[in-house]
């Protein structure tokens, strides 16, 4: 299998075998565009589903207890609908505070009777109150305010970089195609968002453009003698560097979704519900849409910015009509259609591929 | 091999530091948990209600926000914050804080500025004695800014105004005769003796600065802004009889601790608090200093009273126009510090009074930190196979570099949670396991370059040097975009947000510390091995497996060209047959040929 896939990275590199990912570009936007329409249109109509950390929720402590079990609350809690997975502590040696979703009135006395039953102890002991979020509005407020200054950093960094603004902006399309879809498969699924949720989602954001980043540095390379020559179009060159970073790419995602991958079965099929699998499913997700945006929308996308540009139609017209020439010259109609690749080095022809002497005083007639 | 050598000292180095901290002072050998794995203490903090304000769910919000920041700027230790029943603040922090920490926490940290009009003894009575000038405990003053020994236009502005001040200090009596003005008077500025009602001068007769219970600063004793006002020196070694509040503590822009510098630039010993203020502090300032310039002592100095007390009282030797003001006092450093960043996040709009102060377990069990770390594992063994399919021998110079870079991640993160009161959290562990990936692609990117080297012919030492000039600028550049990412948010967000920037940024420091210092040097060292150099089946840099063949055969002689490779066949997969414009000229000429022998015969 190693020896096919060197051939096989071998053939897209000399660009014996190519995916016309640039030329069918309208297939990957108009998939790219549904698949965040459908995101955006679950995170309005079914929203996320917030945990306490966010939306505050109903504490209950209860005191004196002889046991410091974290099994009897879990189990009484699991009893209440619609109340989420609480976070259990013990407070000082002897009390134990559990943390759930805001409950009714009922609700909250039904549930202080399950715990004082649970625990053994009186239920006027067991206390109630609302307790407001760990994760507020000021804690958003500020990241958001601070992935706002990245994003326009990160952008100015970039047009420096690679000499583009284009670049910039079609990395951070891609960025936000990946976040939208890794936040709208969380309201598809309906797992609680947690602030562990929240840190996977920022880790993809970082992921996604350290991804796009690697893919463009090899199209800069690309393209970047691109108007000296004749005989590719841009378009043609930055497919080739998709193309050239297939493997990179592959091999790239496979080893980052390994791990998350083994967190994930183990956060949702040993441990159930909890910090691990929360995680896990963002970065899971984040991980191969990244993948997918970097290799399908990134580069096309920029392509098609470029292809805007006065100079670079006119680039590719020429090319087109350098193409024309070669073929009217020997009389065939069909489009010629060109090999985009690295260039291979040729093999030595021998002597008799030397040019001739012209000189006329040598003997003529010796012609090999 | 100077790289290889700077790991291994960069290791060596750390885990010395580490078994000497944890021999002499209160270091571990294991990172330190955050409180959803290890558990802390919780402070319940009751808010008390000062002049008669209602405690307000915004002011509530505002507190919960300042005091985030506040413990934000002493770590990055994740604590968790919020609101209980409406009013009241629960803080957990984890592990067993430190008596500072839970400072922070707690204190209110209400500055205010007032001018001096009496200084006295710090014994009770002895009306008599009031107004005394020489007194020992203010000989700090404060000076233009203070600070900047670099800007030395402030300098010069500072020093003629010392001399101006002295000359006005000598004149003196301009402000004596209001002295005399009774009670009855309005006052006519903040430093007018009218302030010092009947009452007032009383109750600095009364005050007893030597009992220890007056030295405790707090809500009850802020006063009244818009009086006079009586208190003690932090220390005890003076009373005060204040004016009006001048300059609250909300004007303070920024603060900061540091050795004090004279005008002349010198470095003190002296540890103090600098302050800038804002375009309206800074107004109010230059008024301020302006008219207690003029007055006589103790009436040039002005007192700064933080939580009711006067922690310093400096005179005024020049006008202040550019708002940089100077605390000292007898300051620790570490007290410096924690007066500047209590100063930095503003105080709280209330005062707290302590209810519980508990241990509380950790929210997740043990089990999920060990089913992380085993997820974790299982995730590094998979990428190790992996890599070995993909790269043969190669994969275990990832998987080599995989463990290193484990070993830093730990070490690391070791000595931070020792010297940064880093604590690592669950997510934090996630975050750490999804870095096996990153750091991964660096040698992904890396091999594949090395790939492309070799695929144009090159053997195999030429293909890691250019190979790693390639990659090298492409993994600096993603670095730099995960880095940018990390630091930005870093400081800019707060609590959870800012703990993540720092795993973030720590991993990706840590992967280029990697790929520069083990990865490419181990690749230059294996690149002269014969088994690697010579291509081996198992290298995975097997040339003839890439498709490149060396067209130098030795004794002078070129491989002859081979009788396909003129015209190579066209491959059909992905887009169908493609072929260079003289491959295809060449195919239809040969099309052409056979056209005319074909017609040739017919005819």
Redesign the interface.
């Known amino acids: ?3 096919r ?3 096989w ?3 897209l ?8 990912i640039v ?1 069918t570009k309208n297939r990957w936007f108009a998939l790219g565009g549904a698949v965040v329409l459908a995101a955006v249109v679950l995170l309005t109509t079914v929203g996320l589903n917030l945990g306490i950390a966010f939306r ?1 929720g109903s ?1 209950f402590t209860v005191p004196g207890v002889a046991d ?1 079990a ?1 099994q009897p609350a879990l189990d009484a809690v699991a009893q209440i609908e619609g109340a989420d997975p609480p ?7 002897d009390s134990i ?1 559990v943390q759930t979703s805001r409950l009714t009135d009922d609700e909250t006395d039904e549930l202080a009777n399950l715990l004082a039953d649970a625990y053994g102890v009186d239920k006027d002991q067991v206390g109630s ?11 958003t407020s ?2 958001m ?3 706002v ?2 994003l326009v ?2 952008a100015a ?2 047009t420096v ?1 690679f000499r583009d603004w284009r670049m910039a902006v079609s990395g951070i399309v891609a960025l936000l195609h990946d976040v939208a879809i890794t936040v709208g498969v969380y309201a598809a699924v309906g797992w609680e968002v947690t ?2 949720t ?3 989602f ?2 993809i ?3 996604s ?3 796009t ?2 893919v463009f ?2 199209v800069r ?1 690309n393209v970047a003698k691109v108007l000296d020559q004749k ?1 590719y179009t841009f378009g043609e060159l930055a497919n080739l560097a998709v193309n ?2 297939l ?2 790419s592959l ?2 995602s ?10 994930l ?3 949702a099929f ?2 159930g519900a ?3 699998r929360d ?2 499913l963002a ?1 899971f997700v984040g ?1 191969l849409v990244g993948t997918f945006s970097s290799v399908f929308l990134a580069t096309p996308l920029l392509v098609w910015l470029r292809e805007r540009e006065p100079h670079i139609r006119e680039h590719n017209a020429l090319v087109t009509k350098a ?1 024309a020439a ?1 073929v009217t010259e ?1 009389g ?1 109609e069909e489009q ?5 690749g ?1 260039l291979v ?1 040729g ?4 002597n008799r591929a030397q040019p001739r002497r012209k000189n006329s005083s040598r003997p003529a007639g010796r012609k090999s | 091999m100077r790289p290889l050598v700077t790991l291994a000292l960069l290791v060596i180095g750390l885990v010395a530091a580490l078994v000497a901290g944890e021999r002499w002072s209160d270091a571990s050998l294991t990172p330190q948990l955050a409180l959803d794995l290890e558990g802390g203490t919780e402070v319940i903090l009751r808010p008390v209600a000062t002049t008669g304000e209602d405690v307000t769910d915004a002011a509530i919000a505002q507190a919960i926000d300042i005091i985030r920041q506040r413990v934000d700027a002493s770590g990055v230790a994740e604590a968790e914050i919020t609101s209980q029943g409406g009013s009241n603040i629960v803080v957990g922090l984890p592990g067993t804080p430190s008596e500072e920490t839970l400072r922070l926490v707690k204190e209110s940290a209400q500055l205010v500025f007032r001018p001096v009009l009496v200084v006295a003894n710090p014994e009770p009575y002895d009306p008599t004695a009031v107004a005394d000038p020489t007194v020992p405990t203010d000989d700090a003053a404060v000076g233009d800014g203070a600070t900047d020994e670099g800007a030395t236009g402030t300098e010069d502005g500072a020093g003629t105004a010392d001399q101006v001040s002295k000359a006005a200090t000598g004149e003196g009596d301009g402000g004596s005769g209001d002295s005399g003005s009774g009670d009855s008077a309005t006052p006519a500025n903040p430093s007018d003796l009218s302030w010092l009602t009947a009452d007032l001068t009383t109750q600095l007769n009364e005050l007893d600065c030597t009992d220890p219970a007056n030295l405790v600063g707090g809500a009850s004793r802020v006063g009244d802004p818009n009086a006079g006002f009586v208190t003690c020196a932090v220390d005890g070694t003076a009373k005060y009889a204040l004016g009006p509040v001048e300059i609250t503590g909300d004007l303070v822009s920024s603060a900061s601790s540091g050795l004090r510098v004279t005008a002349q630039g010198a470095i003190t010993n002296e540890r103090v608090v600098n302050l800038e203020f804002n375009s309206e502090g800074t107004r109010i300032f230059a008024d301020t200093t302006e008219r207690l310039l003029s007055l006589e002592a103790p009436r040039n100095q002005f007192a700064i009273v933080l939580d009711g007390l006067v922690i310093s009282a400096p005179q005024v030797n020049s006008v202040i126009p550019d708002g940089g003001a100077e605390i000292s006092g007898n300051f620790t450093t570490a007290a410096a510090n924690t007066l500047a960043r209590q100063l930095n996040f503003g105080s709280l709009p209330l005062t707290f009074e302590v209810q519980s102060e508990e241990q509380i377990s950790a929210t997740l069990g043990d089990e999920q930190l060990q089913r992380g770390l085993l997820a974790g594992l299982i995730g590094l063994i998979l990428v190790g196979l992996y890599s070995l399919g993909q790269y043969r021998a190669l994969g275990f110079v990832t998987i080599a570099s995989l463990v290193v870079a484990g070993a830093l991640a730990f070490l690391t993160i070791t000595v931070l949670s020792w010297v940064q009161g880093y604590r690592l959290s669950l997510p934090g562990v996630a975050g750490l396991i999804v870095a096996i990936g990153i750091t991964a692609d660096s040698f992904i990117v890396y091999f594949e370059r090395i790939k492309d080297e070799l695929r144009e012919g090159r053997p195999l030492a030429a293909a890691v040097d250019a190979g790693w000039s390639r990659a090298k600028r492409t993994i600096l550049a993603s670095d730099a975009v995960s880095l940018l990412a990390a630091v930005v948010l870093y400081f800019l967000a707060v609590g959870g947000v800012r703990g993540f920037a720092f795993t973030l940024g720590l991993t990706t420091v840590i992967d280029l510390i990697i790929v520069f210092l083990f990865t490419h040097p181990v690749m230059l060292l294996l690149s002269r091995r014969r088994f690697f150099a010579e291509g081996h089946r198992f290298s995975g840099l097997d040339p003839s497996l890439l498709g490149a063949r060396s067209r130098y055969v030795g004794r002078g002689k070129v491989r002859e060209p081979e009788p396909a490779a003129g015209a190579p066949q066209p491959v059909a997969a992905g887009v169908g047959d493609w072929m260079t414009i003289a491959e295809r000229k060449a195919a239809q000429r040969a099309a052409a040929g056979e056209h005319a022998q074909a017609e040739g015969k017919d005819a």
């Open positions: 299998m190693p020896g896939m060197a051939q990275g071998n053939d590199y000399t660009g014996k075998r190519s995916y016309n030329g505050g504490e410091v974290e976070r259990v502590s013990v407070v000082g040696s505070r109150s609302f307790i407001g979020a760990t994760w507020g509005k000021d804690v500020k990241a305010r601070g992935l200054i990245f950093l990160v960094v970039l970089y602030p562990a929240m840190i996977g920022l880790t954001l970082g992921y453009l350290y991804d980043v690697v540095d090899k390379e005989r050239q970073t493997v990179r091999n790239t496979v080893v980052a979704v390994l791990p998350v991958a083994s967190i079965f183990i956060g040993l441990l909890g910090t691990l995680i896990a970065l991980i193409r070669v020997d065939a010629v259609r060109v090999r985009v690295a080095p093999e030595h022809q021998g």
